[in-house]
């Protein structure tokens, strides 16, 4: 069985700094997605990761890929209030299912 | 609109009672997925429906949940005995093709509740 593990659980930034979120999976696959998910609302898509090595930015998220070490990570450049949100790392098993991991809940301060 | 689109919102029902859940999938998406999230056990796969194969229903928890999805668009996601467990957001989600290469795009979710 697949299992996604995502930490921090909780992460209080403050504005202006660098943090990382880590996404450990446990087995094979070569195909992972980031989505954020803010209060009360749906699963936005951020990142779709697809081979060993990849690489994605959008403004202050960048999200990388390591399928060697089964780890993909999130990284956040310079935080600001509108990253408060939760977001969560899905493994694609290799069969269109997605298993998630519990979600990072981010909370930016001043 | 564009997105995937769910309904209700928001249900309330006694337990014991059956419910039915919407989902209207983005045009032209041959794949169509259910989740739910709860506090205990995070997002949850359900059911997966693909062009007119038959659907994976492996995620299910009981044979009281079912789901059907009627020309290859529109599904109904239903519990029926509802229990107060069944308590969640059940989100829909589709996707232009079958899994690694597209993201799933979710509708906003029905949250259930169990009374």
């Known amino acids: 069985e697949l299992k996604v593990e995502q930490n921090p659980l909780f992460l209080s930034m403050q504005e202006g700094k660098n943090y990382t979120i880590y996404c450990n999976y446990s087995?094979?696959?070569?195909?992972l997605y980031w989505y954020r998910q803010d209060p009360g609302k749906s699963l936005e898509s951020l990142f779709v990761l697809l081979s060993n090595g990849a690489v994605k930015q959008e403004g202050r998220l960048m999200a990388s890929l390591d399928t060697k070490a089964r780890l993909s990570t999130l990284h956040i450049t310079a935080a600001v209030h509108d990253l408060s949100a939760t977001y969560f790392c899905?493994?694609?098993?290799?069969?269109?299912?997605?298993?998630f991991g519990a979600g990072t809940t981010v909370t930016v301060r001043a | 609109g564009a997105g995937v689109s769910q309904s209700p919102s928001n249900k309330v029902t006694e337990k014991g009672k059956d419910v039915e859940l919407r989902c209207d999938p983005i045009?032209?998406?041959?794949?169509l997925y259910w989740y739910r999230q709860s506090l205990g056990q995070g997002l949850e796969f359900l059911i997966y429906f693909q062009g007119n194969s038959a659907p994976d229903k492996s995620g299910l928890p009981s044979d009281r949940f079912s789901a059907e999805r009627t020309g290859g668009s529109v599904s109904t996601l239903t519990i029926q005995r509802t229990q107060q467990e069944d308590s969640a957001v059940y989100l829909c989600?589709?996707?232009?093709?079958?899994?690694?290469?597209?993201?799933?795009?979710f509708g906003d979710g029905t949250r259930l509740s169990i009374l």
């Open positions: 989600a589709s996707s232009l093709a079958t899994g690694g290469y597209q993201p799933q795009h």
């Open positions: 899905a493994v694609d098993m290799g069969d269109y299912k997605l298993s």
């Open positions: 087995t094979t696959s070569d195909r």
């Open positions: 045009s032209g998406h041959t794949a």
